[in-house]
């Protein structure tokens, strides 16, 4: 039962290089997230996605793409790194929108010189 | 829009004594609350959830958390602190769908949990 995985979870690049993120689920959940942890800014939702091949901004995402070509996987690619990336990613997901808890996974911490 | 808070980075509390993390919360409608724990280089860990009926709701760990309306406050409250509850705390809103950003999490800051022996 692995849950909600990320890939890698140490990440360090340089500006401007393209970085991929990886998250899988093994729940079949509906939706999944990407959000940004910073000191003193909390959590910051950057995508999310309903279902496959649907998704949405949330409060951060310009210089980020995503995709969901499959239910379980929710790939985050910053398409030209900058510093201001430099952040732990974390991918969640969960069964529905209002009223479900989220599930997150173990982060990714990316590094961008 | 709907925003959370936290108003304490940091709360020390001795082993054994009752804890309290306080949060605060601006939305409109209905909130549905949340709260998580997050230990060292982990992800969040769901603790509990208000989303109607009764004020007081029971969570993981011993943890329940109390909706008060009226003072637009979700706070997180343990009897008994133990030293493994270290650990970083966040508070969460959502909207209801119905309304702008509706459905979306919107986080505190997180408040550290220090409980010493």
């Known amino acids: 039962d692995a849950g909600i995985t990320q890939s890698p979870r140490y990440k360090i690049t340089e500006t401007g290089r393209q970085v991929t993120l990886m998250c899988h689920q093994t729940w079949s959940h509906s939706y999944m997230f990407w959000y940004r942890q910073d000191l003193g800014h909390g959590l910051r939702l950057i995508y999310y996605s309903a279902a496959a091949d649907i998704t949405d901004k949330g409060e951060v995402p310009d210089g980020y793409v995503v995709s969901r070509s499959k239910t379980e996987n929710f790939p985050l690619t910053l398409e030209s790194a900058t510093r201001s990336q430099t952040s732990v990613y974390f991918c969640?997901?969960?069964?529905?929108?209002?009223?479900?808890?989220?599930?997150f996974g173990p982060g990714t911490r990316l590094t961008v010189t | 829009a709907q925003s959370v808070a936290q108003p304490e980075d940091q709360v020390n509390v001795a082993e054994g004594n009752p804890l309290t993390v306080k949060c605060t919360y601006s939305v409109s409608g209905n909130p549905y609350l949340f709260w998580y724990v997050q230990y060292p280089n982990r992800g969040l860990q769901f603790l509990l959830k208000?989303?109607?009926?009764?004020?007081l709701v029971k969570g993981s760990y011993g943890f329940e958390a109390e909706f008060n309306k009226s003072q637009t406050s979700f706070h997180l409250k343990k009897p008994s602190a133990l030293v493994s509850d270290s650990a970083l705390y966040f508070c969460?809103?959502?909207?209801?769908?119905?309304?702008?950003?509706?459905?979306?999490?919107?986080f505190g800051q997180g408040t550290e949990l220090s409980v010493k022996p």
């Open positions: 208000y989303i109607t009926g009764d004020n």
């Open positions: 969460a809103v959502r909207a209801p769908p119905t309304y702008n950003q509706g459905g979306k999490l919107i």
């Open positions: 969640a997901s969960s069964e529905g929108l209002s009223g479900y808890e989220q599930y």
